[in-house]
């Protein structure tokens, strides 16, 4: 069964803290994803990543990086968190598939962050 | 800049009706078009996906509906029932050039009455 495990579910933080927000995905995917998900405004594409140690932006990529050291995990790194970045994030995996798209995104239950 | 519009924003139904959430997009070189579909506490789970090839698209209730020439696609689940209320999400990408990069629309909440 396809896992994709984001490993704190509900964290409330303070303004200027460091966040690390971790995932972890058990079907060997190339390709994982960190969306965030707020009302009225959807998904939107924070950062990306193809491969080990390889980072792309996304949309919102501001204030926001990430860390891909092994294939399976894909941390998201608030350096300086803030009230605006208060947010459901969603990790997301994908298999590559010779390189053309349209594959399943398979993603994790979210983890829910306030920051305070 | 929103490149996939959804509407409605919110959707009640009575069970057994049809349910209709549609989407149109701007970008032309988009050529796969996903409904994903999430339930409360849970991460968004695909529902069903077209390609540009084909106008329609069943699995069981939920048929996808495209409309090439109008940019529009459209989700409609036949004989809703309760279990089907949940946020839908279409979303869009160019496959060839950008993978499984998708851009989202911004969610329609269904309710079905029983």
């Given at each position: 069964d396809v896992k994709v495990t984001q490993s704190s579910r509900y964290l409330v933080k303070r303004t200027g803290e460091k966040v690390f927000l971790e995932c972890v995905q058990?079907?060997?995917?190339e390709n994982m994803f960190w969306y965030r998900q707020d009302p009225g405004l959807g998904l939107r594409l924070i950062y990306f990543s193809y491969d080990v140690k390889m980072k792309e932006k996304g949309d919102i990529p501001e204030g926001y990086s990430v860390s891909r050291e092994k294939k399976e995990r894909f941390s998201l790194i608030l350096e300086s968190a803030s009230t605006n970045q208060t947010s459901m994030y969603l990790c997301a995996s994908s298999s590559?598939?010779?390189?053309?798209?349209g594959n399943t995104i398979y993603f994790g239950e979210g983890s829910w962050l306030t920051v305070v | 800049q929103q490149q996939v519009k959804q509407s409605p924003q919110s959707l009640i139904v009575q069970k057994g009706g049809i349910s209709i959430i549609n989407c149109a997009y701007?970008?032309?070189?988009?050529d796969y078009f996903p409904w994903y579909q999430q339930f409360p506490g849970k991460g968004p789970a695909l529902l069903i996906a077209i390609r540009p090839d084909v106008s329609e698209k069943k699995e069981g209730r939920f048929t996808i509906s495209f409309n090439k020439s109008a940019k529009q696609f459209s989700l409609h689940i036949m004989?809703?029932?309760?279990?089907?209320s949940a946020t839908y999400f279409c979303a869009a990408s160019n496959s060839w050039s950008s993978g499984d990069k998708l851009t989202f629309g911004t969610g329609t909440r269904l309710a079905v009455r029983p």
């Open positions: 058990d079907m060997d995917h590559w598939a010779g390189g053309s798209g | 701007e970008n032309t070189a988009f004989d809703s029932q309760p279990g089907d």
